[in-house]
């Protein structure tokens, strides 16, 4: 399994870029919350800093790797993640939500994958019964600050380690 840990700032309106690390506790990525203009910065400010931002996962020359941002349609919320490298776009929403406790889902043409999110806990990556990849958010405050580790299975269906890294920040931070 591969580690990556990294801090993310309990202040949700901070948009300062934060390393994301290896193993070996070298930066490897880094992770940043970003407004598309200052109108929307503005306005989401209004809105309890969930609803206009999105989350970006850079190279460590700053180009974008994977995004999340949140969609409103027609009364409908979800998140959209796009995978800058191959333009692949995944929708990650809620299901079962009228029928019980509400289940969180990323869909992809190849596959469907269910995130069991926790709080206090790992969070678990799923597909069919089997864990790809979990993450773990643990609150210092103290620090302000969520120190969060990220495992990846070899077995998981994408190896692209910004891939759950922006949806978990995502599903953390701003929910559906």
């Given at each position: 399994m591969q580690k990556y840990t990294y801090e993310a700032l309990a202040d949700i309106t901070s948009t300062a870029p934060q390393a994301i690390l290896n193993e070996g506790l070298q930066p490897?990525?880094?992770?940043?919350?970003?407004?598309?203009?200052?109108?929307?910065?503005?306005?989401?400010g209004y809105f309890d800093h969930r609803y206009f931002l999105k989350?970006?996962?850079l190279n460590l020359d700053g180009s974008c790797l994977f995004e999340v941002k949140k969609i409103f349609r027609r009364g409908k919320v979800w998140f959209e993640g796009k995978d800058h490298a191959t333009g692949e776009k995944y929708i990650i929403n809620y299901e079962n939500?009228?029928?019980?406790?509400?289940?969180?889902?990323i869909t992809h043409k190849n596959f469907k994958m269910k995130i069991d999110k926790e709080m206090e806990t790992w969070s678990n990556f799923l597909v069919g019964e089997q864990v790809v990849a979990r993450w773990l958010a643990v609150y210092d405050e103290e620090q302000n600050r969520f120190h969060i580790t990220l495992e990846l299975s070899e077995q998981a269906p994408i190896q692209n380690v910004a891939f759950y890294i922006a949806i978990a920040q995502a599903t953390l931070f701003i929910g559906v």
């Open positions: 490897v990525l880094s992770l940043r919350r970003v407004y598309s203009n200052r109108l929307k910065k503005l306005l989401d989350y970006e996962v939500w009228r029928i019980g406790v509400p289940e969180l889902f």
